[in-house]
């Protein structure tokens, strides 16, 4: 069962009860009735400041009052940020967020530093149970499902790992709608075939059923027959990555305050809405509110509850773990003021669109957005968490719905319980945490106010290579064609007039069919962006039905795929009585977890990768994910678009995105008749009906109480008990780090870096994408050359995402992107130049050859360097690579933080100066001079063995950043502080 073992955290509990803490005397009861439940009073200071604060900020206030100890949190540290108007961007605050929110590809990570701490302590002397994290820690195993098998067709042979190699054929599988016979016969409303005993469901040859799975009569909680894609999915799942799980049970019973959530729960951002967030805490007889930061930048989904939260890097988490604040700079706040009515054709996916391309207009990377205007309330929690889901994508730290009435509801229709709602809604307007939005007098003080009309927004796509790309669906063809004309960029693919027109025959299961520039190849309903909204998800359910009914299909060989945000998303779906009708467009639930956007794809059919590459078609995959960097979804596929739900089935039932909805057919049935978006859209008022009816308190209980329960398999997995962990030098998932191996008690003096060579000479925006590995192994990689030398098929490769706790496998996988631009090379690929033999070699094989030779190394890049997600081991990677500075124009701030956090120092050239203007090559031995005396906003001197000399700014932004680089990161620094 799901592991939880509970301490106080570093939570200003304790501190509550010291007579010493110096806001003391602002705790009191929160109620007569219960006078043993006390909070901390902010407005017995009687500060007229407090009021005119974000409610963000407030929420940092709160925890900077309560968590006031005099070394990690000072009183002035808490008066700054009252003082927030004056102090914002000028100075850092500490903030100790309530929770830590772990998923599998960056929790693995963090939770094997721990295991090499504890040794690490222990060799130094040290006791190894004093390291273990001391705040509440919750990890959810979902990102380490690939799409084995889809569309109701069971494969032979699961994914390889990579490539285009595509193993045995699929079995072909006859899709029908389930039987409607003999349906519940006390309430009309569920359309399941549940009539079965519980229990009596033959699973035949499909194996074991797994149990964390079954789909269930929400009413009567019986088994109904559940797509073979899922059962087969999780099982391979499992099987996988047995190795990686048998480790986190460890963690979780040796590691005190940890929760693991095991495979097949559902995904990180949706387990956390539905079952980890508790709005307010109660521990030690102290409220305080709900706060949480993670190792997925999409953390900030919970921001739509009213719970403050953003995404930090691995790094980063296991120091918060650890007792460590986060330290930011006190952020500016932007008013996002949504007005207007939103259009009955417009999605919670076109809203988003909206805000992320208004957001980046007027530039919010790094600040804090906070919604507010009488718009917000029209705003389902699902729709305010779909739209802080994208924080990330338009640059915001945060996207923050502070509670009201309608957040209330939400709490009340998922089965909170009565009396805690109400202990929530208290506390809440105690301490003016709780507003109504239709009230402009409950309107804070902004930085900026920036106003967006609800009533403007139209239906949009994103892409084809960036989310941030908006395209207005009516005029998706034009622009369309128009990037394929347009020189290859971030929106072009310049292709020859005279071979836009190409068509290409293939053969499919003996039918033939037609690809040209715009065929849809991927289509998939992912997990993170639109799954936790009913509305999407139900729009996306009852357009299918509606194409079904009307007599349209999907083209068999279109990747069609749905994977639930959690198994409350399946329960609705098919309780409402659409699942079915997905299924039979081939949109077959394949698992509840992170796939296609994370790149963990099976390989497209032969055929349809032979006719795209024959023609050098511009394929396309369109998905309701929050990514779409080209290259992600599979290397043979150039553009992507995101989507709403309901119109990635429309664009999968059309099979091109060069459509135009308003004058050409969907298709026709097989009277002839020509089909129309317009003919089975579903009108809001159809949505809103079965949402109604059909996302109920059960279906959330039950989710509970399944993720409570855990499932048979992973019950029954036995893991070690010992205080260290048992290494295993023969795995090739687990592998202690190298990290530690050099950590002495005192750190070493500050050395200059002294002929270091350019490992890579890149240009702007290259993102961690390019740098962190991701996705699946590529036959062709050093990574792939490593586990073939310990004995591996290809097949059994997994991703990369799955061997995060191997440092071997990510070292060889750091600046592995097919899509990397490097000048050394002057083409996209994953290589370098090894500079004194002039070789083109892996980057790996080149840093190996440079720490043999006893070279340091450095690389130079452009603007915003850093940008994006899946940030830890595109910090720890460049480190093991033997990288000790980074030299950019300028950088995403967070990876920044990162490479500091492993000792990595990042250089800015000081304004005017680039390499370009500074007469560089990137072939030149750079010695840097690094001060004695290093001190935030400080410059260095750099020299080349060619007789050039600059200056570049060391980029610390404050005096714990410098402690950090100076311990040889953040990791070293928490170690020796358990000595």
């Keep these: 069962c799901v592991v939880r073992l509970s301490v106080l955290c570093l939570d200003g509990a304790m501190a509550a009860g010291t007579a010493g803490h110096p806001f003391h005397h602002l ?7 219960d006078p043993h439940k006390k909070y901390f009073n902010v407005l017995k200071l009687s500060d007229p400041r407090y009021v005119g604060l974000p409610y963000s900020i407030r929420v940092l206030f709160e925890a900077a009052i309560r968590n006031c100890d005099g070394h990690n949190v000072k009183k002035e540290d808490a008066l700054t940020i009252l003082d927030w108007k004056n102090q914002q961007t000028q100075t850092d605050v500490p903030f100790w967020p309530a929770r830590v929110l772990l998923q599998d590809f960056t929790g693995i990570p963090a939770v094997v530093d721990f295991a090499a701490m504890r040794e690490a302590v222990k060799k130094l002397g040290g006791d190894p149970t004093n390291v273990g994290p001391v705040c509440p820690t919750d990890l959810i195993v979902d990102h380490s499902l690939q799409i084995d098998y889809s569309k109701s067709a069971i494969q032979n042979v699961p994914n390889p790992g990579g490539g285009d190699g595509s193993g045995s054929a699929a079995k072909p599988y006859n899709a029908k709608l389930q039987s409607k016979t003999s349906p519940c016969r006390s309430f009309r409303g569920c359309f399941s075939s549940c009539h079965r005993e519980a229990g009596s469901m033959s699973l035949g040859s499909r194996g074991t059923e797994i149990e964390s799975t079954p789909l269930l009569c929400p009413f009567h909680l019986q088994p109904v027959a559940e797509p073979e894609a899922l059962l087969k999915g999780q099982e391979m799942e499992f099987n996988r990555n047995k190795e990686r799980l048998q480790f986190l049970k460890w963690a979780s019973q040796v590691f005190p305050n940890v929760t693991v959530v095991p495979p097949g729960s559902g995904i990180v951002h949706q387990v956390n809405l539905e079952y980890l967030s508790r709005m307010v805490f109660d521990l030690g007889g102290v409220c305080y509110p709900d706060s949480v930061v993670g190792t997925d930048s999409h953390t900030t989904m919970v921001n739509g509850l009213g719970i403050l939260g953003w995404g930090v890097g691995g790094i980063e988490s296991e120091a918060v773990m650890l007792g460590q604040p986060v330290t930011l700079t006190l952020p500016e706040v932007v008013g996002c ?28 990377s790094g600040k804090f957005v906070e919604f507010f205007g009488p718009g917000v309330s029209q705003l389902s929690v699902a729709d305010r968490t779909t739209i802080a889901n994208m924080s990330p994508e338009y640059g915001a730290t945060v996207s923050f719905f502070p509670v009201d009435d309608v957040t209330l509801r939400h709490l009340k229709q998922t089965g909170y319980a009565e009396k805690k709602l109400e202990s929530v809604e208290t506390y809440l307007k105690a301490v003016k945490l709780f507003r109504d939005y239709q009230n402009p007098s409950d309107d804070p003080e902004y930085s900026q106010v920036i106003e967006l009309n609800l009533s403007a927004i139209a239906p949009y796509v994103s892409g084809p290579k960036r989310p941030q790309d908006r395209v207005v669906v009516t005029n998706m063809k034009k622009d369309f064609q128009n990037s394929l004309s347009e020189k290859v960029g971030f929106k072009g693919f310049q292709v020859l007039p005279e071979k836009q027109k190409e068509v290409v025959a293939i053969e499919f299961e003996g039918k033939d069919y037609n690809l040209a520039h715009g065929s849809v190849v991927i289509a998939a309903v992912i997990s993170c962006t639109n799954n936790c909204n009913p509305s999407v998800m139900l729009a996306a359910g009852l357009l299918a039905k509606k194409a079904i ?34 299924h039979s467009l081939g949109f077959e639930v394949i698992g509840y977890g992170c796939a296609t956007c994370v790149g963990n794809t099976a390989p497209l059919p032969e055929s349809v990768i032979t006719g795209i590459k024959t023609g050098d078609l511009v394929a396309c995959g369109i998905l309701s994910g929050n990514k779409n960097f080209e290259g992600r979804l599979c290397d043979c596929v150039r553009a992507n678009y995101l989507a709403s739900p309901p119109l990635v089935v429309a664009y999968a039932i059309a099979g091109t995105v060069n459509i135009d909805f308003e004058t050409e057919p969907l298709g026709v049935n097989s009277d002839g008749k020509e089909i129309y978006l317009q003919d089975i859209w579903p009108s809001r008022e159809e949505i809103q009906k079965v949402e109604e009816q059909h996302v109920i308190p059960s279906m959330f209980r039950e989710l509970r109480e399944k993720i409570e329960k855990g499932n048979n398999r992973w019950n029954a997995l036995e893991a070690p008990e010992s205080l260290l962990y048992p290494w295993d030098s023969k795995s090739t998932y687990i592998r202690c780090p190298s990290f530690f191996d050099k950590l002495t008690k005192e750190p070493s003096c500050l050395q200059s870096i002294e002929d270091a060579h350019v490992l890579l000479y890149l240009g702007d925006s290259v993102t961690t994408d390019h740098i962190s590995p991701a996705g699946s192994i590529a036959r062709n990689s050093a990574a792939a050359r490593y586990l073939t030398s310990r004995g591996l098929t290809p097949r059994e490769f997994n991703s990369y995402g799955a061997r995060r706790g191997n440092d071997a496998v990510m070292t060889r996988g750091t600046f592995a992107n097919i899509k990397l631009l490097n000048k050394f090379i002057g083409k996209a690929a994953p290589k370098t130049l090894h500079i004194p033999s002039g070789q083109t070699l892996d980057v790996f094989d080149a840093a190996e050859r440079y720490q043999r030779e006893g070279f340091p190394l450095i690389i130079l890049a452009g603007k915003k360097y850093g940008s994006g997600s899946s940030r830890d081991w595109a910090a720890k990677g460049p480190y093991l690579l033997g990288v000790k500075a980074i030299l950019a124009e300028s950088y995403e701030k ?40 290093l001190s935030p ?29 100076r311990q040889g990161g953040i990791l070293n620094y928490v170690a020796r502080k358990m000595l």
């Design 549 to 582: 009914e009307a007599g349209l299909s999907v083209k068999p060989y279109i990747k069609t795929s749905l994977s639930p945000g959690s198994g409350m998303v399946t329960y609705y779906m098919n309780a409402s009585g659409v699942l079915p009708y997905l």
């Design 937 to 965: 906003g400080v410059t260095v001197d750099i020299t080349t063995n060619t007789g050039k000399t600059f200056k570049a700014a060391a980029k610390f932004d404050n005096q714990m950043e410098v402690t950090f680089y």
């Design 337 to 364: 003021k949504l007005v207007g009515t939103t259009n009955s054709l417009a999605t919670s996916i076109d809203v988003v669109l909206s805000i992320t391309k208004q957001l980046r207009q007027v530039g919010v």
């Design 894 to 933: 967070m990876h920044k933080n990162h490479l500091i956090g492993m000792g990595v120092i990042p250089l800015q050239f000081l304004p005017g100066e680039t390499v370009d203007k500074l007469g560089l090559t990137g072939k030149e031995r750079y010695t840097i001079i690094i001060p004695k005396e």
């Design 27 to 33: 705790i009191e009861p929160l109620s007569a009735d």
